[in-house]
């Protein structure tokens, strides 16, 4: 019975959480200059440059550095506009 609760408990819990920070990994490799970001405080800016730890990014008139584990997700990837995003949709 206990070993039962300890796979539900994999399944449940460990697994998705697993998941979620492969996908998290592969979104701050895949930041790129120009890119439109989304931080977890909710600052939408766009990325000037990228170091190994952190992003200097640009939100209205401020420029600022973030780490880049703040990053929550890319809104919009440099190079295509909203035009080619709802054709290829």
């Not at 399944?11 to 959480?17: D, E, S, Y």
Request: avoid cysteine; glycine fraction near 4%; proline fraction near 2%.
């Amino acid at each position: 019975m206990i070993a039962i609760m300890f796979v539900m408990l994999y399944f449940v819990l460990l697994r998705p959480q697993q998941k979620k920070a492969k996908q998290q990994e592969a979104l701050l490799k895949a930041i790129r200059p120009g890119d439109k970001i989304v931080t977890n405080s909710g600052i939408v800016a766009v990325v000037i440059s990228v170091k190994e730890k952190t992003l200097s990014v640009r939100s209205a008139d401020a420029k600022l550095e973030i780490t880049k584990g703040a990053v929550a997700e890319i809104t919009e990837r440099s190079g295509e506009s909203s035009e080619s995003k709802s054709v290829a949709s």
